[in-house]
């Protein structure tokens, strides 16, 4: 069975929050669901331990299957001074087109925020709610 993970997606300045592993892999803020614990529980949990941002409102995106985990991925407006900490040595702020960042990356988080960026997109063609509320945070 795979692993649960609670995955985030937090925009800082137009740019994506990644954080860099102990092995220089960079992903996206989250982690391993607890026991008893909800996927909601657990990205806010772990966006707070890995960056130190205290998420203020939390919407659900959408599930992602990796070779290796099952994502519950959740866009978060957070607030805080960033540190990295936990098992997270730094902090990235990630523009879509940073071929250097991109290489350092997971594939996982690649994949995930390319779908985000692609809901995005046509939320703001097709004039979505959705769209609305990520331009108001």
């Known amino acids: ?10 925009e800082i300045d137009q740019r994506i929050l990644l954080v860099e592993n102990r092995g220089g892999l960079l992903l996206l803020p989250g982690g391993g669901i607890q026991p008893g614990e909800s996927s909601l529980q657990a990205a806010s949990r772990e966006l707070f331990e890995e960056t130190r941002l205290v998420a203020r409102s939390m919407l659900f995106l959408f599930d992602h299957e990796s070779p290796s985990n099952c994502h519950a991925v959740f866009w978060a407006a957070a607030s805080g001074t960033l540190l990295a900490g936990d098992d997270a040595t730094a902090l990235h702020l990630f523009v879509h087109d940073d071929p250097d960042l991109t290489q ?34």
């Open 1 to 10: 069975m795979k692993r649960q993970r609670a995955t985030v997606i937090v």
């Open 104 to 137: 350092r990356m997971s594939l996982a988080s690649r994949l995930i925020i390319d779908r985000f960026l692609g809901l995005r997109r046509d939320a703001a063609t097709l004039r979505w709610p959705f769209a609305r509320i990520l331009a108001q945070c």
